[in-house]
């Protein structure tokens, strides 16, 4: 019998069944519950499954981007049997409903492990969106992510990344990506509701022409800590690389660590952390960090901490807005990144999830 | 009875007096307007009224539809209905003018038919007067007032920095806020405009008109009148008044 599972937490992070998508993988604790693809080109399996029939994907796609004693998070793992997707696009196949991916940690005090591997063709396109959370009931947990990444050549992924997780788990997402040329690798993440801790870095090659985006949004509440960030590495001449991330403090702690290298002539490399502190309980520390090995490169960044201005308040405050109206939309209007190259079903979830929690939190 | 009566309002910033005893009174459906030199408390008179937060009034009190507001906070009073535009909005990042003025009414096609007379329809999908010219800012900020309408519109400088055509379009859009087609009788909304160049009054015909200098009301008479006075004599002479009226208060 199918175990029972909190739709309605799954559908906080996206996982929505209502939504037109071209396939969808489910797990619960370290069940897979459902693993389906209807699209001619996709192909949804889950890991343990792809590693017996491919050995391509055992020899050259997993624990190939990340090391598998890169850390304690992936020794674990590499002891373990995969549990995750393996996703594959044939080249040539352009895909823009979404995938949506959905991992519920139900167990309290259990740890989950991941392992996930997506492998996009040359001249290929899609969307994946992963929401992770617990079950309503489940405060206590730990969630292990590893995800090696694939972009052949003019290859487009959007890759999208949802948390709710609970007051007492910590999270772990260790991701890897490889761009390949003119390949286009776009990263969102949001995160919005308590965790205990949360710490994740993942680490883009970019090929020649290629290009690797990262959007985060951070909402950390009294007693959660976040360490994250992303890191671009310019491998391939005219390759591009940007960061962008805001991070609001509600009595929580959040580093933002921001790395872009390049030493290859022609590219780009942007980054930008804001962050915005509502009170005097939290921090916010921006580390961003530009390394630059060739002339012809333009690497920048851009960062700041504040607080909400006086100024903008009474300005809205004037406009009929009480206090905390005034305040919701300017942590909206903070957290508004206007991101390129996302399905506008995807937009639309990103919204609602930081509509919900902004409302939520005044 | 007058929609805002004002007594004897003293108000300060950063510890500084700035207004130093203001008595004023506003009827219902009349338009008043102010001149003075800058640093003379023209805005700081306006942002007392709504409340706005870095004044502080030390003493005096401000009715307005009978009710006492100086203890009142910003909300209270714009819910009471009283509007300000300012004299140097903002820019609020991350914030679309449509889904500002959407919070401030929901009538979707009032926000779009008031943006169509002041030719900011494109505007609406940006945010809040980020990257705008002076002239868009003053038009926002009268499209936000057409969206709200308050019974009191308090106008700080609305022409300045616009040209031609975008003053007549203002003027235009204030004419219908404060329903000028309608005989004087019948207008229930008021307005306090502060100038300093005049130049709006070629397009909208105010009531009485008030001279402020250093923190107090001079006098008041004819809007063209004084704009006349002010421009033949500047405003040197308003200062021998306040010499004179100061001379009184000590003697008195």
Redesign the interface.
């Known amino acids: 019998m199918q175990p029972k599972v909190d739709k309605d937490r799954l559908l906080d992070v996206g996982y929505d069944p209502g939504i037109a998508s071209c396939g969808r993988f489910l797990v619960l604790d370290h069940s897979i519950l459902e693993a389906s693809h209807g699209i001619k080109g996709l192909e949804v399996l889950p890991l343990a499954d792809a590693m017996d029939n491919y050995p391509h994907v055992r020899d050259n796609l997993v624990f190939r981007l990340i090391e598998k004693d890169k850390n304690e998070f992936t020794k674990t793992a590499s002891n373990l049997p995969p549990v995750g997707y393996y996703i594959k696009v044939e080249p040539g196949v352009k895909i823009d409903m979404p995938f949506q991916a959905g991992f519920l940690l139900e167990s309290a005090g259990a740890t989950q492990v991941i392992h996930n591997i997506i492998e996009l063709g040359e001249n290929s396109e899609a969307h994946i969106i992963n929401g992770c959370t617990t079950s309503q009931e489940t405060h206590k947990g730990r969630h292990i992510g590893i995800t090696e990444t694939y972009l052949g050549r003019d290859a487009a992924l959007g890759y999208t990344m949802i948390h709710n997780w609970a007051r007492d788990v910590d999270v772990y997402p260790i991701g890897a990506i490889l761009v390949g040329e003119n390949a286009r690798y776009i990263s969102n993440y949001a995160a919005m509701t308590s965790v205990k801790k949360t710490v994740s870095y993942p680490v883009a090659r970019v090929m020649a022409g290629g290009s690797a985006r990262f959007y985060s949004i951070i909402y950390s509440r009294r007693d959660s800590y976040f360490d994250t960030g992303a890191k671009v590495m310019l491998e391939g001449d005219a390759s591009s690389g940007e960061i962008i991330s805001r991070v609001v403090s509600d009595g929580g702690a959040a580093i933002s660590r921001q790395m872009i290298s390049g030493s290859s002539p022609g590219s780009l490399g942007h980054m930008e952390c804001s962050g915005l502190l509502l009170g005097n309980k939290g921090v916010i520390h921006s580390i961003p960090e530009l390394k630059g090995g060739h002339q012809d490169i333009d690497l920048s960044h851009e960062a700041s901490v504040g607080r909400i201005?006086?100024?903008?308040l009474?300005?809205?405050?004037?406009?009929?807005?009480?206090?905390d109206?005034a305040r919701s939309?300017?942590i909206?209007?903070?957290?508004?990144i206007k991101i390129k190259g996302i399905p506008y079903t995807i937009q639309q979830i990103i919204d609602e999830v930081v509509d919900r929690s902004v409302s939520g939190s005044m | 009875m007058a929609l805002l009566e004002i007594k004897g309002l003293r108000a300060s910033s950063g510890g500084r007096e700035i207004l130093k005893g203001i008595d004023f009174t506003l009827e219902e459906g009349r338009t008043a307007v102010i001149f003075g030199p800058n640093g003379s408390g023209k805005s700081t008179f306006l942002g007392s009224i709504v409340g706005l937060p870095k004044y502080d009034i030390t003493k005096g009190n401000i009715l307005f539809k009978g009710k006492d507001i100086t203890g009142m906070s910003t909300y209270e009073r714009t819910q009471l209905g009283i509007g300000l535009a300012f004299q140097y909005p903002p820019s609020i990042k991350g914030v679309r003018l449509r889904t500002l003025l959407d919070t401030m009414n929901p009538d979707k096609e009032a926000i779009d038919h008031t943006s169509e007379i002041l030719d900011m329809s494109p505007y609406l999908d940006r945010d809040v007067n980020v990257g705008f010219s002076g002239g868009e800012r003053k038009k926002s900020e009268i499209l936000q007032l057409m969206v709200q309408m308050p019974d009191l519109l308090l106008l700080d400088e609305p022409e300045s920095g616009v040209d031609i055509e975008n003053i007549s379009l203002i003027a235009d859009a204030l004419k219908i806020i404060l329903e000028k087609d309608k005989p004087i009788k019948k207008r229930r909304r008021s307005a306090i405009i502060i100038t300093h160049t005049g130049f709006i009054l070629d397009y909208i015909r105010a009531d009485k008109a008030y001279v402020m200098m250093d923190g107090r009301i001079l006098g008041c008479g004819s809007p063209s009148e004084i704009f006349e006075e002010i421009r033949a004599r500047g405003y040197k002479e308003c200062q021998k008044c306040l010499e004179e009226a100061k001379k009184e208060n000590h003697a008195a």
């Open positions: 201005s006086k100024e903008d009474s300005y809205l405050m004037t406009r009929g807005l009480t206090d109206e939309l300017i909206r209007g903070f957290l508004d």
